[in-house]
């Protein structure tokens, strides 16, 4: 970035709150002339007051503006191109005993108001990036649609309603495959699907008690976790505990199966995973991540067990990795399947020293203390989960935790979905309802946040194809946007 002018520093900045306007008041000579004229200032030219005459009769108020002004002052947005505005275009009346104070978003810098370097232009009420404020974007004033976002500085388009809200939902959860969008409808105990070039709802699974997650590979089969049923109760020393029994259900196109039964205190059944081959299911159960083959029926093997209180939740997978966020330790963790007959042992603590022994296990990241439980996507090369407002992203090998790579957003993650090549995550924030966000970003050492949708209520399951990115909301809508 090329050097910034400098302007000099006197006893009130030069130039005032809009660019292009008249010069302000002189201050009174001692016995001088008129002041004399404007001075030039990067980022636009405005008049300023007389100067102090040193000798003669009082100068006017307001001195005469130069030419210089009176020719730079008609152009309000002539800021310097390599470089923040300074001077009078960052600056605003209204300073303790009536000086002047900079702009929202500048600071004073040598004596002089200048634009933050992330908001280098100077607009009418604050400074902004023009490339990427939806309400100055390219330009000062240019808003963009209540939901659209400004994408290197062009107003994007705005969010589509994919599929109109039906009241009583509960939690929308999403899937793609083979042209088809799914969902379930927690509290309704229903499955839906749709094409996606098209949207034409079909309900195609009722009478589930409360399904979510669902997973396909393509539209001839679909499967999801179904939680049958949650008893509360005491335990002997009076600690509360519910026990829940979940299944995991599939449907192949004429009628619906189930796979594994669990029940457990921990859950149920947590996350839930299909091989690319569309053959075996991944689901974690209690502190286990078993699989499950589809031709089998409800047998299951053993993959992976957590220690020290650790329960595996949302699931990934990379190849031979399964990959999975742990509650209770905030730890993302990965397991080889090709060791055969060896199930992976994460988190087992050596009686001997105390230290973990992680054995055929992976541990991509440690101590997250806001790690997002539901979510875990992976691209080539590179894993990816959310801790609080971070999106974070691994190299999905071995040893690779001193690689971990992140972004930072104004507002919690609350889902996390992938195309081929970038990642799409949602933020909200309870506190802020109708704020919530959808987001890119490429995954790895260079992730920038690049803002796709906003104004959504609660923004959850995400989801992409190679033309939108489709997500559920808190009001049971199904929204998308183009990337």
Known sequence: MAALAVVAACSRHPLSRAPGQDGGSGATGSGGATGSGGVVASGGVVG????????????????TPGPDAAAGGATADAGAADGPDRGGVATKDGG?????????????????????????????????????DPDNCGACGVRCAATATC???TCGPAVETFVAAEPGCGAIDLALAGGLLMWTVRDRGELWR???AMPAPTRFVTGEMSPSRVVATDARASYWIDVLDATSGTDGAGHAFTST?????????????????????????????????????FYSADTMVRTAKISD????????????????????????????????????DGVSTLTPFVAGSCGLVDQSDGVPANINCDRLARGQGSLLLDSIVVLPGWVVWADGSSIRANADA??????????????NVSAIGRDGTHVFFATSDATQPGQGAVWSTPPGAF?????????QNGPRSVVADSVYVYWSTSDCTINRVAK
């Open 151 to 153: 994408r290197s500085g």
């Open 398 to 411: 071995p040893g690779s935790d001193s690689r971990n790579q992140g972004i930072d957003v104004d507002q």
């Open 96 to 132: 303790e005993d009536g000086g002047v104070q900079c702009l929202d978003n500048a600071y004073p810098v040598d004596g002089v108001c200048t634009c933050a370097p992330s908001t280098p232009k100077a607009c009418p009420s604050k400074c902004v990036d023009l490339a990427a």
């Open 48 to 63: 300023s007051g007389g100067v102090t005459g040193s000798g003669g009769t009082s100068g006017p108020i307001g001195g």
């Open 447 to 455: 992730m920038v946040a690049s803002p796709l949708a906003r104004g």
């Open 245 to 281: 029994e979940a299944a995991i259900h599939g449907w192949d196109g004429t009628s619906t199966k189930t796979f594994a039964t669990e029940t457990n205190l921990t859950g149920g059944i947590n996350g839930l995973a299909l091989s690319d081959d569309g053959r075996t299911l």
């Open 297 to 332: 029926g409800a047998s299951s093997s053993l993959v992976a067990r957590e220690y020290n209180q650790g329960v595996p939740r949302a699931l990934a997978l990379a190849g031979p990795q399964v990959l999975f966020t742990v509650d209770v330790s905030g730890e993302v």
């Open 194 to 196: 749709t094409p996606t």
